[in-house]
């Protein structure tokens, strides 16, 4: 499968928020990630970086 990983930044180190993501949609200062099997989560975050090869997000906290 080519879905992607959400990591959120805490310092130097990454947190795994979420996997399998299909969807990210922008809701005000929130994101909604919806993986491929319908489960969803909101994060208070930002889109720092996506990398589509490494199949990885990475989130910066607001």
Known sequence: MCQSTA?????D???????DIATIIPEG??????SLFG???KVEASIEQINLLGHKILLRPK
């Open 39 to 41: 489960e969803e989560k």
């Open 29 to 34: 200062t929130t994101l909604r990630l919806i």
């Open 7 to 11: 990591y959120i930044i805490k310092g």
């Open 13 to 19: 180190k990454e947190e795994e928020v979420m996997t």
